[in-house]
Nanobody, 124 residues
Framework: QVQLVESGGGLAQAGVSLRLSCAAS????????MGWFRQAPGKEREFVAA????????YYAESVKGRFAISRDDAKNTVYLQMNSLKPEDTARYYC?????????????????WGQGTQVAVSA
């Protein structure tokens, strides 16, 4: 069992940066693939970024590639999402998720554990 708690969201102006954090508790955090998803009002939840259990590979949605960066600190049981050059279309609730591995990393159904999310609002 893994519990996930996101933080770091808020209101930001376009062009600035925010860093989201996801603190995990429970066993075997370091063995999980971690991902960030987001959901805007009236839209489906979409993949943002993922990082393998050993940090060797990271993956990004095309819409955030080059602006966002995912990382993890297993000593702190925390995964981060550094968001730079924010745009109004980045406005959404951001969710952290943990997957024991396998399957399409862009698909929410492959992630077993989810946090409650943190809201990000970007104004023009």
């Amino acid at each position: 069992q893994v519990q996930l708690v996101e933080s770091g969201g808020g209101l930001a102006q376009a062009g600035v940066s925010l860093r989201l954090s996801c603190a995990a508790s429970g066993r075997s955090f370091s063995s999980y693939r971690m991902g960030w998803f987001r959901q805007a009002p009236g839209k489906e939840r979409e993949f943002v970024a993922a990082i393998t259990w050993n940090s060797l590979r990271t993956y990004y949605a095309e819409s955030v590639k080059g602006r966002f960066a995912i990382s993890r600190d297993d000593a702190k049981n925390t995964v981060y999402l550094q968001m730079n050059s924010l745009k109004p279309e980045d406005t959404a609730r951001y969710y952290c998720a943990a997957s024991p591995g396998g399957g399409d990393y862009t698909q929410a159904k492959t992630y077993t554990y989810w946090g409650q999310g943190t809201q990000v609002a970007v104004s023009a």
